[in-house]
Nanobody, 121 residues
Framework: QVRLVESGGGLVQPGGSLRLSCVASGRIISINVMGWYRQSPGKERELVALIRSGSSINYGDAVKGRFTISIDNARNTVYLQMNSLKPEDTALYYC???????????????WGQGTQVTVSS
């Protein structure tokens, strides 16, 4: 089984910073992409950031210039450094990864359970 576990969420004041982590474990031959999505009540799930195996990165428009995604390939861990946080950033943040579980398997899409980020005074 492939497992993604997020950590680092919590309560922070506007303008503050937070760093999220996501560790992929289990049956993993390779990972071609890892990233973060978020969803808040009344809104659709949206892309926050993703990083591909070739190191190309995409950010959602709402977080450009404030968030930074990085990856430790040896540990199958992706990070999201969030700076200048706004109340609008309040959401459940999900880790996502494209994982090849075995040599004979195709890549599949896997999700973590999410970690809550709340930005409030």
């Amino acid at each position: 089984q492939v497992r993604l576990v997020e950590s680092g969420g919590g309560l922070v004041q506007p303008g503050g910073s937070l760093r999220l982590s996501c560790v992929a474990s289990g049956r993993i031959i390779s990972i071609n992409v890892m990233g973060w999505y978020r969803q808040s009540p009344g809104k659709e799930r949206e892309l926050v950031a993703l990083i591909r195996s070739g190191s190309s990165i995409n950010y959602g428009d709402a977080v450009k210039g404030r968030f930074t995604i990085s990856i430790d390939n040896a540990r199958n861990t992706v990070y999201l450094q969030m700076n200048s946080l706004k109340p609008e950033d309040t959401a459940l943040y999900y880790c996502n990864a494209g994982v090849r579980p075995t040599i004979l398997s195709n890549y599949g899409n896997f999700w973590g359970q999410g970690t809550q980020v709340t930005v409030s005074s």
